[in-house]
């Protein structure tokens, strides 16, 4: 099995040829068989003479004692065998709670980031084998990955190796024994409570009871899968090229009047790259996010940009020319300080104002009785494409019967429990529902206007949604034109 490992590593070139090697090391056979391995590798007179390994281990705190008393033995086994290594720990039931993870996600997220600070941007090598990649592909399955999903684990993916991918978990056992190395034992490997558990003791078992040889059928189709995937992959290296303008850790702008021409295929794949880039690798857009960015593609651009929130703290930006996708550290969150506007400006009609601490300028204009009796006798005939050819509505510029409006307006932010009623519909809806079901960013949602007649209702939510009752119909008199225009 070694000579199968050691042949791998060299088809893959996985190993650096100098420098430190950062070692993922729980303490069990798959971690155990692979440090040995490459123990036997690598240092001074072995067959990579310049390449170091450095043992990291991270107790996740989920077993009390047992997990302290396992890092303390893994601190002794890599002081016996002359390694340095660095032990760490997290309250990772604290960590799923604090980002709202699943327990296995939480436990994930921590141990890469903890490796990702031992290894300072050097490889890391991570014992996963065979059985791994058969559960990992039943499970983007489950989750509904797609194409690029369903090649699993590769033997290099950006700062992440896996020597021991063309091996099983039994090889790694029989190693083990064979080197008379004693593994650990970790109890929750066993634990159903967790997906990919479930997966190996339940699910997997049952499926081959249908396909004793299913675990190699998956296999092959991984692999008739990459090579389609490595040609949409150079399509999107092309397409890259030409698309992103900017790419940096937490930023990345694209140029929409190319990102536009590329095909739906390409153009999800190459959101997904930028994803991936921004979210340690592995992007978290599934098909609703990719339809959502899609809609956002298509909306009118106005003076205003346009943005959506997407898991993992990224938000993405649609301007006149670019899509720019962002991440935000939490910290950084929790510490912005989001303008407001102040609790109440008045805004005559006709009239302006300049809403203080927000970069909006709220208009009121009366339209001229020429252009008033137009509309009206459009009106009456119910030819609403002939009221908006004469009136062109946008986001940030709506038209409104002028007595539901009054002489003035009141404006403020949104408030807890305020409601509306969003044009179309018969009854009262929250304002905080309709800023989520339309896509708001969280960051604007508490800049923008809401604007209230001097009965106190409520006639437009700026930029998002006039009220039901303050729409024109045939009965309407006089129009009032509500403008919201951004300041520099």
């Known amino acids: 099995m070694r000579d199968k490992v050691i042949a791998f590593i060299q088809q893959h070139s996985l190993l650096p040829a100098s420098g430190p090697l950062i070692v993922a090391f729980s303490g069990g056979a798959d971690s155990l068989c692979l440090l040995h391995i490459l123990y036997m590798l690598c240092g001074p007179q072995k067959q990579y003479p310049t390449t ?24 002794q086994l890599a002081s016996a065998w002359g390694l340095p290594c660095t032990i760490g720990a997290i309250d990772v039931p604290a960590l799923a709670q604090q980002e709202h993870r699943s327990l296995e996600d939480a436990a994930r ?43 699993g684990l590769q033997p290099r993916q950006q ?34 409570r967790f997906y990919r558990n479930r997966i190996r003791h339940e699910l997997l078992p049952l499926i081959e009871t249908m396909n ?23 399509q999107v290296d092309t397409a890259w090229q030409q698309v992103v303008l900017e790419a940096e850790a937490s930023r990345c702008t694209l140029a929409l009047s190319h990102l536009c021409t590329l095909s739906q295929s390409i153009q999800r794949h190459l959101l997904r ?36 929130d997407l898991p993992d703290n990224l938000t993405v930006t649609k301007t006149r020319d670019t899509l720019t996708f962002q991440r935000q550290k939490k910290e950084d969150a929790r510490n912005d300080s989001v303008p407001t506007i102040p609790d109440i400006a008045m805004l005559d009609v006709p009239g302006r104002v300049t809403l203080q601490g927000t970069a909006w300028t709220a208009i009121a204009e009366l339209l001229s009785a020429e252009t008033t009796h137009k509309v009206k006798q459009l009106l009456q005939v119910d030819n609403w494409q002939g009221v908006w050819q004469i009136l ?43 800023l989520i079901d339309k896509h708001i960013p969280r960051t604007q949602r508490d800049t923008l206007p809401l604007f209230f007649n001097a009965m106190g209702y409520p006639v437009w939510l700026g930029g998002v949604c006039v009220d039901e009752r303050a729409r024109l119909t045939r009965d309407t008199q006089h129009i009032v034109c509500l403008h919201l225009m951004q300041t520099c």
Request: net charge neutral.
């Open 159 to 192: 700062d992440i190796i896996r020597p021991l991918l063309a091996v099983t978990h039994g090889e790694t056992l029989a190693y083990c024994e064979q080197h008379r190395l004693i593994p650990l034992q970790d109890a929750s490997n066993s634990d159903t």
């Open 392 to 434: 062109p509505a946008t986001p940030d510029r709506v038209y409104l019967d002028a007595v539901w409006v009054g002489s003035h307006l009141s404006l403020r932010a949104r408030r807890a429990g305020d409601t509306m009623q969003p044009l179309g519909m018969r009854r009262q809806k929250k304002v905080q529902n309709i």
């Open 212 to 234: 004793a040889d299913f675990r190699a059928t998956l296999l092959r189709n991984a692999e008739v899968l990459h090579v389609d995937v490595n040609w949409i992959e150079a």
């Open 109 to 151: 997220t921590a141990r890469y980031r903890f490796l990702r600070e031992v290894a300072h941007g050097q490889l890391i090598a991570v014992a996963h084998h065979q059985d791994d990649q058969v559960e990992t592909l039943l499970l983007h399955w489950i989750r509904g990955g797609g194409i690029a999903s369903q090649v």
């Open 273 to 308: 790259r930028v994803t991936s880039r921004l979210s340690a690798g592995q992007s978290p857009l599934e098909l609703r996010h990719y339809l959502l960015i899609e809609e956002l593609l298509q909306r009118e651009t106005t003076i205003r940009d346009v943005s959506l």
């Open 52 to 75: 170091h390994l450095h043992v990291a281990h991270l107790d996740h705190q989920l077993r009390g004692t047992a997990s302290e008393q396992d890092a303390l033995h893994i601190s």
